[in-house]
């Protein structure tokens, strides 16, 4: 039955092609490696599958990828065999696109084809960035399992519509043919093929092949030249097909662990920093951890897929396994490979289980530590890091209770130390420069920097040359709600009514202050009853020295800032 369909392309994909064609021509080899990853994705898929079902193999087991170009016709193949696809899962996969987010993804699109191009390559524009080289894509598959007459073939040219139709496919897996524009044909050459595929695909765990032509017969010459037989041409792999992560990591280059990256996360944009790691004994894992150098541009969308890939012995199990990473660390990116959760392993058996625990401490405990360490030797890295991911790790001290510290620890802060609104001071810093005599570490949260650095709360502490952490993002209330100290020393607001110097309080001060009271009853009295109900108590203060008056909370009071916080909110 060869039943010839044409179906249209999804909205999205439609714009998608076209964007990818306008913005990424400087960077056209990438489909290359989007295909191969794909290929080398369905190999994992199959590998799963054949946990259960053996007879998916149909008794061949050694999964490959292979590349190959005909320069005559000026085509590129990638061939697998690897899980393959229906006609439904063709129709499904190649005609939209299944990523959450993508609307958002597509309003955030301005037009400025560099910024477009950027935001296109943390999209991950996938199988169609075929249409980068391609005027024409063919592709031939058939699942592992289904029987040959159930192969599929699609076809489209990358404009509006794909045709579907039902082939005979003998062999399993899929093949891609892509029909190269007419300025595009130098990539129908072996050569410059075996360059890009050496490049992309080291870290690949599934052998990427592509052929090598035999040698003629040499005979042997008069003058004492041996003979030499003939070889065949064969398939030779390109790269060394062991998952990277079970390599010794002095063995791994740079470049490979910068590949491997964008292999797992679909970012086009080198990591900042990554932790490799082997685990024996009690436990027995393997985890390799990157942080990425740019917020993905989804961060703040709920729906958003975070987690790590899982692997069970070697074999792929599932992607974004988000049980192995807290929320407030969900910009890492990497896998964990464990040797002691069951290979059939669900969602729902991870979320319970004590191994998913003790794992998810470990990793935890893994991330912080390579932050600390970049912190430390790193201020700059360090600095664009918190810069991209400061506000997410902010939720860390509601969250985990067990690393508050720690995480405290990497939080950076403004501070009337600089002056400047840089978030560059760290609570130890503070702690460093405290006065002596000093117990507390003071602090101001507002609207913004330039209301927190201009606040008449900072009079007094200004005067006294104490430093004042000065914070005025969204998330700082909710943050200073649940870190409440540091290293043993609390965090004061200084829009409290009591400032609590202790022993900075000048020996003249509680007097001056009496003296003050005294001074001042009968203008109180009056201020308070013009004022009435409106606030809870009036009080004379030496805090002030230029402006007249403040408001200030109460101790136990909601603080000013959390007050709108709860306004905006509706309450
Ligand atoms: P992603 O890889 O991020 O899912 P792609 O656009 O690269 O997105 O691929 C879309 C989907 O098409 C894949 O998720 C997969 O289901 C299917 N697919 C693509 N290439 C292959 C292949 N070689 N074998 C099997 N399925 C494939
Ligand atoms: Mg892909």
């Known amino acids: 039955m060869s039943k010839q369909e044409t179906h249209g392309f999804q909205t999205e994909v439609k714009q998608l092609l076209h964007l990818m064609i306008h913005s990424l021509y400087s960077n056209k080899e990438i489909f290359l490696r989007e295909l191969v990853s794909n290929a080398a994705d369905a190999a994992d898929k199959l590998r799963y599958e054949a946990l259960t079902n053996n007879d998916l193999y149909e008794g061949e087991g050694e999964l490959r990828v292979r590349i190959s170009a005909d320069k005559e016709k000026g085509t590129v193949t990638i061939s697998d065999n690897g899980i393959g696809m229906t006609r439904d899962g063709v129709i499904e996969h190649l005609g939209t696109i299944a990523k959450s987010g993508t609307a958002d993804f597509f309003k955030n699109m301005s037009g400025d084809e560099s910024k477009d191009s950027q935001l296109i390559g943390q999209f991950g524009v996938g199988f169609y960035s075929a249409f980068i080289v391609a005027d024409k894509v063919t592709v ?46 130098e990539f129908a050459d072996d050569f410059r093929l075996r360059s890009i595929v050496t490049k992309y695909s080291d870290h690949i765990s599934v052998a990427v092949e592509m052929y090598e032509e035999g040698t003629p017969a040499v005979e042997a010459t008069e003058e004492g030249g041996e003979a030499v037989p003939a070889t065949e041409g064969s398939w030779k792999p390109m790269n060394k097909a062991t998952a990277l992560w079970t390599r010794n990591k002095s063995d791994i280059s740079k470049d490979e662990y910068h590949e491997f990256y964008k292999h797992i996360s679909h970012d086009y944009t080198d990591p900042l920093v990554w932790s490799h790691n082997r685990v024996e004994g009690k436990q027995e894992y393997t985890s390799l951890l990157y942080i990425p150098a740019k917020a993905p541009y989804d961060m703040w969308n709920r729906d958003r897929k975070h987690g790590l890939k899982l692997f069970v012995q070697r074999v792929f199990v599932m992607d974004d396994a988000e049980q192995f990473m807290p929320s407030y660390l969900r910009f890492v990116q990497g896998l964990i490979d464990s040797n002691d959760l069951p ?136 943050l200073i709600n649940h870190l409440t100290e540091f290293d043993g020393k609390q965090l004061h607001s200084v829009t409290r009514g009591d400032l609590e110097l202790g022993e900075l309080e000048d020996a003249g001060e509680k007097e001056a202050q009496e003296k003050l009271e005294t001074e001042s009853e009968g203008l109180v009295k009056r201020v308070k009853d013009s004022l009435g109900e409106k606030v809870s108590d009036v009080k004379v203060t030496t805090r002030l020295t230029d402006t007249p008056a403040c408001v200030v909370a109460g101790e136990g009071e909601m603080s000013t800032q959390m007050i709108k916080l709860m306004q905006a909110a509706g309450q």
């Open 343 to 478: 290979l059939n392993v669900s969602r729902e058996i991870l979320q319970d289980n004590k191994v998913t625990t003790s794992l998810r401490t470990a990793v935890t405990k893994r991330v912080l530590g390579m932050l600390e360490k970049l912190a430390k030797n790193d201020a700059e890295k360090y600095l664009s890091f918190w810069t991209e991911f400061g506000q997410v790790l902010k939720e860390g001290p509601a969250e985990d209770f067990a690393n508050k510290e720690r995480i405290a620890g990497l939080l950076r802060f403004a501070s009337t130390h600089t002056g400047e609104a840089t978030t560059n001071v760290s609570l130890g810093d503070y702690i460093e420069r405290m006065q002596e005599g000093q117990t507390k570490i003071y602090y101001i949260v507002a609207d913004s920097h330039e209301a927190a650095a201009n606040s008449p709360h900072l009079e007094l502490l200004r005067k006294k040359g104490i430093e004042v952490l000065l914070m005025s993002e969204r998330i700082d209330e909710w």
């Open 140 to 185: 031939r598959t058939r699942a592992a399992g289904h029987s040959s007459d159930e192969g599929v073939l699609w076809e489209s040219a990358g404009e509006g519509d794909f045709t579907v139709e039902t082939i005979t496919k003998p062999s399993r897996g899929t093949e891609i043919t892509l029909h190269l524009r007419e300025d595009e044909k």
